[in-house]
T-cell receptor, first 115, second 114 residues
Framework: DAGVIQSPRHEVTEMGQEVTLRCKPI?????LFWYRQTMMRGLELLIY????????DSGMPEDRFSAKMPNASFSTLKIQPSEPRDSAVYFC?????????????FGDGTRLSIL | QKEVEQDPGPLSVPEGAIVSLNCTYS??????FMWYRQYSRKGPELLMY????GNKEDGRFTAQVDKSSKYISLFIRDSQPSDSATYLC??????????????FGQGTRLTINP
């Protein structure tokens, strides 16, 4: 089975540009999570969805960040305008809760550098 | 104070040694406990998953949870160079929508020397 797929794997852009990160969760999973990982702060939850509906976005740092999940197989995390302090690795994860709670499975991340 | 504390290391041990990795936490509502392994430039990979207190063994890996002390451990027996990675503990509450929110430790960077 394919795991969580993220694209692009690497993104380098200049400050002020719009950045869009993409995620395809594992088929059949009803939860999707966006995380950010930095050396200073570790792995932080930004937002998560259940059945395509945002449940908790309290981790989103600023209004410059937005996330959507238009269908069960696709989600985007957008940063507009981007700033150098947004440089980090962004991970998407998915899980299936159903009758038996299952742990989260992660993609390999998008390494974002804002110059 | 962070909800989950984990010594970031780095930790370096010889091949074949027993490795002990630990996390402490402050939130007594945590019921689910996980260990993830993360290789360089890869996503975290689930290693062990336990509910409530007790031990769980999987091959060379043993996870222990002591809820009375708010302390969890991961033991690696007969460590191999391929075990070199960053190990992250993670935990979440037992019920409701908040149960989906994992709180991670900082991660411990482990190197196994041949």
């Amino acid at each position: 089975d394919a795991g969580v797929i993220q694209s692009p794997r690497h993104e380098v852009t200049e400050m002020g540009q719009e950045v869009t990160l993409r995620c395809k969760p594992i088929s059949g999973h009803d939860y999707l999570f966006w995380y950010r990982q930095t050396m200073m702060r570790g792995l932080e939850l930004l937002i998560y969805f259940n059945n395509n509906v945002p449940i908790d976005d309290s981790g989103m740092p600023e209004d410059r960040f937005s996330a959507k999940m238009p269908n069960a197989s696709f989600s985007t995390l957008k940063i507009q305008p981007s700033e150098p302090r947004d440089s980090a690795v962004y991970f998407c994860a998915s899980s299936s809760q159903g009758a038996r709670r299952q742990p989260q499975h992660f993609g390999d991340g998008t390494r974002l550098s804002i110059l | 104070q962070k909800e989950v504390e984990q010594d970031p290391g780095p930790l370096s041990v010889p091949e074949g040694a027993i490795v002990s990795l630990n996390c402490t936490y402050s939130n007594s509502a945590f019921q689910y406990f996980m260990w993830y392994r993360q290789y360089s430039r890869k996503g975290p990979e689930l290693l062990m998953y336990t509910y409530s207190s007790g031990n769980k063994e999987d091959g060379r890996f043993t996870a222990q949870v002591d809820k009375s002390s708010k302390y969890i451990s991961l033991f690696i027996r007969d460590s191999q160079p391929s075990d070199s990675a960053t190990y992250l503990c993670a935990m979440s509450p037992g019920g409701g929508q908040g149960a989906q929110k994992l709180v991670f430790g900082q991660g411990t960077r482990l190197t196994i020397n041949p």
